[in-house]
């Protein structure tokens, strides 16, 4: 069974890629019944006012986004 979420997990941490300022920790991966992808809600370490959702595509990207380890 292919692993829908690709492997992302509430907990993750992630930083925009180029920036080194803000990180961002997933908190749950959404399937939202009127959406074919599935969307990542964040919320920025340090932070927690401050929220976002992205397509979980977008989030596994090396372009936008980059594990943090």
């Known amino acids: ?5 690709q492997g992302v997990v509430p907990g993750q941490r992630y930083r925009v890629a180029g920036s080194s300022f803000s990180v961002w920790e997933v908190v749950e991966v959404a399937h939202y019944p009127s959406e ?3 969307h990542v809600r964040l919320v920025r370490v ?3 006012q401050d929220r976002k959702t992205v397509a ?8 936008y986004y980059q594990l943090v380890r």
Not at 58 to 63: A, G, M, T, V
Request: aromatic share 0%; charged share 40%; hydrophobic share 35%.
């Open 1 to 5: 069974m292919k692993d829908e979420n």
């Open 56 to 63: 979980l595509k977008i989030l596994r990207d090396k372009r």
């Open 36 to 38: 074919p992808l599935a």
């Open 46 to 48: 340090g932070a927690p």
